[in-house]
């Protein structure tokens, strides 16, 4: 693996070019961008334009094409109505896989990478594996519970954190993380699953099972560090130093120094896109539909973020827009 010094040299030189081709991206712009023509592109970054995009799909959720292969993190589609954002929140919702939805977003999938197990991450990503064949690479959790839907074995790694992986033209490095809490200071469906259960019903029947963060280098191309939840073990950051952060939005003020703890251990990345923000809910159309309380903490988080780096760029990304750093 490079060094870490290596590592900052390469990304801050890279920093000296267009990081975001996305609608021409100013410095410390915040407004949702469009994918920009290949004719916007600047020279030093066409090569790998076309080879390497970012999709969001709401929620913490992305599709990754990287050449002929394609990465998945935490894919959830189905966007099903439990009554969280209406004040009617039903533990007992069924998990109702949307696969009209699905399928006509998932032709290919090669690896899915899952951050923890809550329905809004994990349910859709059984269905995905079954139908692509993609690995699936989560928590001990997500490795009993894939078995349960019926998912191959073979197509299930579990990981805990510290593990890198080499795919040969991009790898994933495995970090250890934290899943935020609540205003109670209490997590939604806590446990894990050491052992195979019955299949999930329910969304209550999918507990947090822990939660890991994902760094993707890409040869030639950027580090990324996703997200899934909003809390963070910053000492398991020391030398990632990626170029973009998925950065998940908190949705209370539980988790002391959040941000801050996040972007200096990720060494201050040059580009951070919220994610986490939008009403998961509701159908995947532009503009996202964020609720109001939602809409008041993205632009908190926007500003803080500018406050404690200064220097990197505000991404607040748009469903399903091709997004080239």
């Known amino acids: ?75 959830f589609l189905s966007r099903i109505n439990t009554g969280l954002f209406t004040g009617a929140f039903r533990t007992d919702t069924p998990l109702t896989v949307r696969t009209d939805v699905i399928d006509t977003r998932v032709d290919r999938a090669t690896t899915v990478l899952v951050t923890h ?6 349910m859709d990503v059984p269905h995905i594996a079954t139908r692509t064949g993609a690995r699936v690479f989560g928590t001990l959790t997500a490795y009993h519970l894939g078995l349960a839907y019926g998912v191959p074995s073979t197509q299930l790694s579990a990981v805990k954190g510290g593990e890198v992986l080499d795919f040969g033209d991009h ?82 003020t539980t988790t002391g120094d959040y941000l801050p703890r996040l972007l200096a251990g990720l060494d201050y990345p040059k580009v951070i896109v919220p994610v986490h923000y939008d009403n998961f809910e509701t159908p995947l159309r532009n503009p996202p539909v964020v609720a109001p309380a939602d809409r008041t903490r993205l632009n908190d988080m926007i500003a803080a973020v500018r406050r404690i780096s200064p220097r990197s760029r505000v991404l607040v990304p748009e469903y399903e827009t091709a997004y080239h750093f």
């Open 117 to 122: 197990t809550h329905w809004d991450h994990f």
């Open 171 to 252: 790898s994933v490095e495995v970090v250890g993380s934290l899943h935020s809490r609540n205003p109670s200071y209490s997590v939604a469906f806590p446990g894990v699953r050491v052992a195979q259960p019955p299949q999930p019903a329910t969304i209550a029947d999918l507990p947090e099972g822990d939660t890991l963060g994902y760094l993707l280098r890409v040869d030639g191309g950027p580090a990324v560090y996703f997200t899934g939840a909003s809390d963070v073990a910053e000492r398991n950051l020391t030398g990632l130093a990626p170029d973009v952060a998925m950065v998940a939005m908190q949705s209370a």
């Open 1 to 75: 693996m490079p060094s870490l010094d290596r590592r900052r040299f390469l990304r801050d030189a890279a920093a000296t070019t267009a990081l975001v081709s996305a609608g021409g991206l100013a410095a410390g712009s915040a407004t949702p961008a469009q994918a920009a023509s290949p004719a916007a592109a600047p020279t030093p970054t066409a090569r790998r334009r076309g080879a390497v995009s970012f999709r969001w799909w709401g929620t913490a959720g992305w599709r990754v094409d990287i050449a002929d292969r394609t990465v998945l993190v935490d894919p």
